[in-house]
């Protein structure tokens, strides 16, 4: 396995350092047999997004606006309990933490540019729409009694 220790990174040339990321770890739930009852491979990750220094001021504005339903006092909690192994659940904390960050801290799409509809179409539609009409009112107009 990839040596995981040591800065995650977000987009480009900012990443996270290991030294402010707090690991916690705990009894998984579910499959393993007797293993599961003596190991702590349950993973939580725990990253202060309000106090950190790693992240650019507009990222950082932009992730707290963003992921503020997630945040517990401006801490925010990924947890991993998917493998058997604290490894492999470390691994995807890690990675689902960075990917949460890299999408919050996202620049916005550009706004839409309003286009004009051309006057073909516009007229088309109308001719269509009036053929219909007339459609459906020569169908009433019959008296078929």
Do not use: C
Not at 65 to 77: D, I, M, P, T
Not at 112 to 137: D, V
């Amino acid at each position: 396995m990839d040596d995981m220790s040591g800065p995650y990174v977000i987009r480009g040339s900012v990443s996270l350092p290991e030294a402010e990321l707090m690991w916690r770890f705990s009894r998984s739930s579910g499959p393993g047999g007797q293993h599961v009852n003596t190991s702590d491979s349950q993973v939580e990750l725990r990253f202060d997004l309000a106090r950190t220094q790693a992240l650019p001021p507009v990222w950082k504005e932009r992730a707290l606006e963003r992921l503020g339903g997630r945040l517990v006092g401006g801490v925010l909690v990924v947890r991993a309990s998917e493998h058997r192994s604290q490894w492999r659940n470390r691994e995807t904390a890690a990675v689902r933490l960075a990917s949460l960050l890299a999408e919050a801290t996202a620049p916005p799409p550009r706004p839409r540019r309003a286009t004009k509809i051309p006057r073909g179409i516009n007229e088309r539609r109308l001719r269509e729409k009036k053929h219909r009409a007339e459609t459906k009112r020569t169908r009433s107009a019959r008296d078929w009694s």
